[in-house]
């Protein structure tokens, strides 16, 4: 009815449509639900949006953004004014919040967004493993995503070390599942399954393991044993 009503696109006093208040209250599902609707935006908003949306998970209203042009543009590290993850690719930030459709939506776009990395040279696996993100992890898995040795950061973190260093046995346990050998022999040198290790890359570090860490190492070594 707001379509047929015209009222999708009103403007009140200030000149502004719904979808503006919606920006400007940061409303996400407001935004999706009209966006999804059909109403019309400037270019220049259509980053700010496309991140909010698939932040959200709102896949449908990614595919509209998508669908009208907007891309991800990512700015340099320290981002847009107030906003600290502005420098991360969209797709890193779907699949650490663990949206699964959203994910294959913006991986379905090309681009390389899959082998996109960050400033620190991560790809959206890493996140989707660092924070549990089974959902998104296995759809990035499923979509064709990286995760062994060409996986490795800027430190030399794989996916399964970023797992395991944040104490996510369930998103280790799937990514030992894939099969992806050289990332298991690669954590196997970094975190000993007989006693903590240090950190990638720094091989004098005397500091012991995080228990959650030390917690998913074993846990890790125990079912890829029964492999």
């Not at 019309?40 to 959200?56: D, K, M, N, S």
Request: net charge neutral; hydrophobic share 45%; proline share 4%.
């Amino acid at each position: 009815q707001l379509v047929q009503w015209g009222a999708i696109e009103a403007r009140d006093f200030h000149r502004f449509t719904p979808l503006d208040k919606a920006m400007r209250g940061r409303h996400t599902e407001t935004m999706a639900a009209l966006i999804e609707l059909g109403a019309e935006f400037q270019p220049e908003r259509g980053t700010e949006l496309l991140r909010a949306v698939a932040i959200g998970g709102f896949a449908k209203a990614v595919e509209c953004c998508v669908a009208k042009g907007c891309v991800d543009a990512v700015s340099d590290p320290g981002g847009r004014r107030g906003d600290r993850t502005a420098h991360i690719p969209v797709l890193h930030l779907a699949a650490a919040a663990n949206h699964p459709q959203t994910v294959a939506t913006l991986a379905r776009q090309g681009g390389g967004a899959l082998e996109r990395r960050d400033h620190d040279g991560r790809l959206a696996v890493h996140y989707a493993a660092a924070h549990g993100a089974v959902d998104a992890l296995r759809k990035l898995l499923q979509l064709g995503a990286a995760s062994g040795r060409t996986a490795r950061d800027r430190a030399g973190a794989t996916p399964l070390h970023e797992a395991v260093r944040c104490g996510q046995s369930a998103a280790a346990q799937l990514l030992v599942r894939s099969g992806d050998w050289a990332a298991i022999d690669l954590l196997r040198a970094d975190f000993p399954a007989d006693a903590p290790g240090p950190g990638v890359g720094d091989a004098a570090a005397a500091s012991a393991l995080p228990a959650a860490a030390q917690a998913a190492a074993r846990e890790v070594w125990a079912f890829a044993a029964q492999l």
